[in-house]
């Protein structure tokens, strides 16, 4: 079984770097065909798709979200990390890595999600 877990801070201040971390075990992240994504959800916005990575690290990140934003795998520790810049409180959401065989087909395993808080 795949499973995925979210971990990083739950509490920013405004213009501070946001760090997330995702961990995958039961697949290898280097040999499992498939994409890793990173999406938050709010009340306000709803879900939003952030940008993704593939098993040969390909990345692509969503035209709102691409100038602050970098996804990267950690092989070693079997782990896909989010990196977002100049956070402010509309960056305020709970945050979820998901797994996909085919992106246009929506998500087959998801994390549980990290709630994340950002300060004025």
């Known amino acids: 079984q795949v499973q995925l877990q979210e971990s990083g801070p739950g509490l920013l201040k405004s213009s501070q770097t946001l760090s997330l971390t995702c961990t995958v075990s039961g697949v290898s992240i280097t040999t499992d065909e498939c994409s890793w994504s990173w999406v938050r959800q709010s009340p306000e916005k709803g879900l939003e798709r952030i940008g993704y990575?593939?098993?040969?690290?390909?990345?692509y990140y969503s035209p709102f979200f691409e100038s602050r934003t970098s996804i990267f795998r950690d092989t070693s520790k079997n782990q896909i990390i989010l990196r977002l810049s100049s956070v402010t409180p509309e960056d305020t959401a709970v945050y979820y890595c998901a797994r996909s065989s085919n992106l246009k087909y929506g998500f087959g395993a998801w994390g549980q999600g990290t709630l994340v808080t950002v300060s004025s």
């Open positions: 990575i593939t098993h040969k690290s390909l990345t």
